[in-house]
Nanobody, 116 residues
């Protein structure tokens, strides 16, 4: 079964950068769309970025130009490079994997805190 393990969260000052990683195991990584959601306290989980099996990317408007999602099919890993971080980016970030109509698989989440 698919398993996702995230890393790379932490505390950073406003304007700083972090890179999140998510390692995939248990199936054929290249078949899956991968991406990142985030959930801030008291708010709904929102889709931040995704990358298809073919490498097509998509972003929520609030992170366009600051965040970059990428994947390394040889390493079974998806990344989220986050630059110019803002306090409003503070949230728990969750990696996900999805193949066609199959059930979405989630990682355990990693905390990102941006101080002003």
């Amino acid at each position: 079964q698919v398993k996702l393990v995230e890393s790379g969260g932490g505390l950073v000052q406003s304007g700083g950068s972090l890179r999140l990683s998510c390692v995939f195991s248990g199936s054929i990584f290249s078949f899956y769309t991968m991406g990142w959601y985030r959930q801030a306290p008291g708010k709904q989980r929102e889709l931040v970025a995704s990358i298809s099996s073919g490498g097509v990317t998509s972003y929520v408007d609030s992170v366009k130009g600051r965040f970059t999602v990428s994947r390394d099919n040889a390493q079974n890993t998806v990344y989220l490079q986050m630059n110019s971080l803002k306090p409003e980016d503070t949230a728990v970030y969750y990696c996900y994997a999805q193949r066609a109509a199959r059930q979405r698989v989630w990682g355990q989440g990693t905390q990102v805190t941006v101080s002003s």
